[in-house]
């Protein structure tokens, strides 16, 4: 069971809310009304935590130590949505999202295999830890900037998190090849963000078949082309950073199958080799 030291050591360094967070610090000169309305969609995408929750409960069914640290990740998710929503709710009490805009995201997801989710779920902490730390450069109001960069160490360490559950699925009997090719096939697909066109991560895949078009997370928000802009145009999340996603990607894939993958070419080259056998 990975649960109970996972617990321990996620416990000591959480973070509070009340006395962590220099609320004192804030200074309205120099939020503007486009920032402030950034935070206002992270708030909500950060709600969507409960359907993945409610998916990976699901789909994670037959094994209890993952579902039970599912309410460390659950509890941390929660707490990033209600962080922002409380430094609107000080600072700019007309965007604290209604109870409907944060419900508009809670919607089935399809079911899917839980290796490949879990390994998406891995790329995307990893891409949220940039993202927000990118966003805690962009940001000039003080507060945000330090929540931003509060919210990024959680996301890194729940990336470490499932990075340990992973090698602990490598390692099963009999399952473990299975996962191997399902963390393989997702990481290819994950470090190749910059070749889409468009960066995966799990808010904005299509989830559920029967919604279609609006089944990602970001088409049920209030603005459903908010996140290209905020990546392209405010945090300005450009190739470089994009680079150093996708060798973060591939320097933790390389340690967890032992090998080198100094490139996606290296990764899928790998992948179809165990695709093979
Ligand atoms: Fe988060
Ligand atoms: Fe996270």
Redesign the pocket.
Known sequence: MLYPELFKSLERVRWNMETDIPWAEFDAARLSDEQALTVKMNAIT?WAALPATEMFLRDFAHDSDFSAFMSVWFFE?QK?ALVLMEYLRRFRPELVPSEEELHAVRFPFDSAPPMETLMLHFCGEVR?NHWYRRAAEWHTEPVIKHIYAT?SR??ARHGGAYLQYMKHFLAEKEKGEAAAAAFAKVGFLMASAGRAGKPLHPTNLHVNEALFPRDTVQSRLPDPEWLPRWLDQQICFDAEWEGRVQSMILKNLSLLFGENFASTRDLNRYRKQIAAA
Request: zero cysteines; proline letters at 0%; aromatic letters at 0%.
């Open positions: 950060e998710e990033h949220l919210i959680d996301e």
